[in-house]
């Protein structure tokens, strides 16, 4: 009796994965959704907005990630990521990067799978050139621009070990660039970005 009571603690004790806390790395991997594109100009008081179809609407996205669970609900995570160019027949949007700092609240299920969210501020960067074919005339306006704004995720995560886990996620930002700025006008673009993708971590 005591030799299958032990067996059986043998055979059932990799299925029991603790969740783990303090520090983790990850990297992931997905495919990212441009829409619902805007292009807002205010002149002289007068505001006015415009949605663009955007020929090239999906794009290849990386990041990598840190960050710390200070116990198995709450935790805080940076990630360092960007997106392949975006190009049209006017228009190419490129060197997407972006670096985001997020407060994580974990919903462990059992000991090896979990729910999470995030909700956090992200700056995000890019270069947008124009084609002056638009206006009759030979090559192209670039504009690189920053800006700050809100990033939320969501996701769920599963612990194949101690210390690595696999994970998939949603990741949402829409981030507004400046394109012309002058002392009487403006022109900027907003964009929704959604990115769904997969991800290995591991825990220290």
Do not use: C
């Not at 990386?62 to 935790?75: E, P, S």
């Not at 462990?108 to 050139?129: M, T």
């Not at 084609?131 to 800006?147: E, H, K, L, Q, R």
């Not at 700025?181 to 900027?188: C, E, F, G, K, L």
Request: no cysteine.
């Amino acid at each position: 009796m005591k030799k299958q009571f032990l067996l059986a603690a043998l055979v059932l004790a990799p299925l029991s994965v603790a969740h783990a806390t303090g520090p983790y790395i990850g990297v992931s991997v997905g495919q990212s959704n441009f829409d619902d594109a805007f292009i807002n100009a205010e002149a002289f008081g007068i505001s006015a907005s415009q949605d663009v179809e955007l020929d090239d609407t999906s794009s290849t996205a990386g990041a990598i990630y840190a960050g710390y669970a200070f116990n198995d609900y709450l935790g805080a995570e940076v990630s360092l990521g960007g997106y392949d160019a975006l190009n049209g027949d006017y228009y190419s949007i490129g060197d997407m990067m972006y670096f985001a700092v997020q407060p994580k609240v974990t919903l462990p299920l059992n000991d090896r799978f979990n729910l999470f969210a995030k909700a956090g501020l992200a700056y995000f960067e890019a270069e947008v050139a124009v084609s002056n074919a638009i206006f009759g005339m030979s090559g192209n306006s670039t504009v690189s621009d920053d800006t700050i704004g809100g990033m939320l995720s969501a996701g769920a995560e599963f612990y194949m070990t101690d210390q690595l886990s696999v994970r998939a996620s949603w990741d949402y930002m829409r981030p507004e660039l400046d394109l012309y700025q002058d002392a009487q006008a403006t022109v900027s673009a907003d964009v929704d970005i959604n990115t769904l993708s997969v991800g290995m971590s591991y825990h220290f």
